[in-house]
């Protein structure tokens, strides 16, 4: 089995940072391309953040140039560093990872349990 585990989350004031981590145990021989999604009431769940397991990365329009993705393949770890937060921002946040378990399986999508940011104005 595989384990997503996120953490960071919490209650922040509009223009605030937070740092969202998230990270993969378990049965794993590689992790392709990680990603974050979030999920506000009401709404669908949408991509946030992308990185490859060369570490390029992909931003959501909405977030770009406030929020950071990075990885850390020697950790199985993925975080999100959020700067200048604004009330659209609250949602539940989710980890995401492309795995495989071993050298002759293929990919294998995992998620994790989701951390709540919420941001006050």
């Known amino acids: 089995q595989v384990q997503l585990v996120e953490s960071g989350g919490g209650l922040v004031q509009a223009g605030g940072s937070l740092r969202l981590s998230c990270a993969a145990s378990?049965?794993?021989?590689?992790?392709?391309?990680m990603a974050w999604y979030r999920q506000a009431p009401g709404k669908q769940r949408e991509l946030v953040a992308t990185?490859?397991?060369?570490?390029?990365?992909n931003y959501a329009d909405s977030v770009k140039g406030r929020f950071t993705i990075s990885r850390d393949n020697a950790k199985n770890t993925v975080d999100l560093q959020m700067n200048s937060l604004n009330a659209e921002d609250t949602a539940v946040y989710y980890c995401?990872?492309?795995?495989?378990?071993?050298?002759?399986?293929?990919?294998?999508?995992?998620w994790g349990q989701g951390t709540q940011v919420t941001v006050s104005s």
């Open positions: 995401n990872a492309l795995v495989r378990r071993t050298a002759f399986t293929g990919w294998s999508d995992y």
């Open positions: 378990g049965s794993i021989w590689s992790i392709g391309t």
């Open positions: 990185i490859t397991s060369g570490s390029n990365t």
